[in-house]
């Protein structure tokens, strides 16, 4: 299977801000600037996630996906602040290629069959935020923008999303994000294991060498990054040059 390089573009207030474990937030850019350079860089496919939603109680900002769906040909994933179908449809049709949940598919999953039956399990993406328990030596979901723990283990939880109709999964260890230590391969491998859709490594690139070990280790099917692309330290052309010569099928 072609593996996929993801740009993340967390946006808060209409620019694109990177931080660390979900917090210490310093700015990184335009959002749709920062698209249509990535689209010309050769990624895949780009997350755009309104991190100010969830925990702020915004709506995504609908005009940014505006602006930023019509000026780029690879397709746009919309997520933060999601809630009901209707708010998917108004993101679809301002330009969203698929649309992620994440809290809301915790607090309401039935909007994750709903999604799936009116729109299609290929535009429904289930993000999971996980964080290890060392006093129950587990890795437990987490809802809010990383703010809240719930009593899903986060295996259980994948599984369960691929039962409603998920049509992807977008995996995030918060322990590991922005920290560029490398993606959490245990966790991922054992998602990617329990499950038979599209999972997404998340959390933690920090160079070439990492984003190879999401594929060759935890057989991941995509690859996420954001502050490795944002503040150039290498580039989607370089990690697919690095990543092919190493045996593993890209675009």
Not at 99 to 111: C, D, E, G, K, L
Not at 126 to 135: E, G, P, Q, T, Y
Not at 154 to 171: C, H, P, T, Y
Request: a negative charge; proline letters at 2%.
């Amino acid at each position: 299977m072609v593996k996929k390089i993801i740009p993340c573009l967390d946006v808060k207030d209409g620019r694109v801000v990177k931080g660390i474990q979900f917090v210490q937030l310093r700015d990184a850019g335009d959002p749709a600037e920062l698209a249509v350079f990535y689209d010309k860089e050769g990624a895949d496919e780009l997350v755009f996630l309104d991190i100010s939603a969830s925990v702020e109680g915004r709506e995504t900002m609908i005009d940014v996906v505006k602006k930023t769906a019509a000026q780029i040909s690879i397709p746009l994933i919309v997520g933060g602040g999601i809630r009901t179908v209707d708010n998917m449809q108004q993101l679809l049709e301002a330009g969203a290629s698929k649309i992620s949940i994440n809290t809301t598919a915790i607090s309401n999953p039935s909007v994750i069959t709903e999604g799936a039956k009116t729109f299609g399990s290929n535009k429904i993406i289930v993000a999971i935020d996980v964080k290890w328990s060392k006093d129950e030596q587990e890795w437990f979901v987490y809802t809010h923008g990383g703010q809240k723990k719930t009593d899903w283990k986060a295996v259980d939880w994948a599984k369960e999303v691929e039962k409603l109709g998920a049509g992807e999964i977008l995996l995030t260890s918060m322990d590991r994000d922005g920290e560029k230590d490398g993606y959490d391969i245990a966790i991922t491998k054992l998602v990617k294991d329990a499950v038979s859709i599209p999972v997404t490594a998340s959390g933690g690139a920090g160079n070439v060498e990492h984003i190879l070990a999401a594929f060759t280790e935890a057989n991941a099917d995509a690859a996420l990054a954001a502050s490795i692309f944002h503040f150039k330290e290498t580039s989607v052309r370089e990690v697919k040059n690095y990543v092919r010569e190493r045996g593993v099928d890209v675009k």
